[in-house]
Nanobody, 126 residues
Framework: QVQLVESGGGLVQLGGSLRLSCAASGRTFSSYSMGWFRQAPGMEREFVAATNYLTGTTYYADSVKGRFAISRDNAKKTVYLQMNSLKLEDTAVYYC???????????????????WGQGTQVTVSS
């Protein structure tokens, strides 16, 4: 099973940018769809973005559309989340996740994922 390690979190000012990385182990990274989720204190984990391994399609939550971008480098077995124009409400622990599904409805819900990273904290300050 693939193992995931996130990095790149930290403290950033309102309106700033941050890029998260998620490094995967295993030989079949290119056969996994990858997603990013986040969880703020007292809130449920929510979908942020995903990339479909079969079609290359990317999906975004409405709250981040136009500000965040997910990308992947299969040679490096890494998925990225570029976050721009950060808002206070983007503060959360961000998790990457791997799924062997290519079904869009499964990729925008956490139940469709087989493996999760440990999370990285992103804090947006004013």
């Amino acid at each position: 099973q693939v193992q995931l390690v996130e990095s790149g979190g930290g403290l950033v000012q309102l309106g700033g940018s941050l890029r998260l990385s998620c490094a995967a182990s295993g030989r079949t990274f290119s056969s996994y769809s990858m997603g990013w989720f986040r969880q703020a204190p007292g809130m449920e984990r929510e979908f942020v973005a995903a990339t479909n391994y079969l079609t290359g399609t990317t999906y975004y939550a409405d709250s981040v559309k136009g500000r965040f971008a997910i990308s992947r480098d299969n040679a490096k077995k890494t998925v990225y989340l570029q976050m721009n124009s950060l808002k206070l409400e983007d503060t959360a622990v961000y998790y990457c996740a791997a799924s062997d599904s290519y079904t869009p409805t499964e990729l925008i819900g956490s139940i469709g994922y087989n493996a999760w990273g440990q999370g990285t904290q992103v804090t947006v300050s004013s």
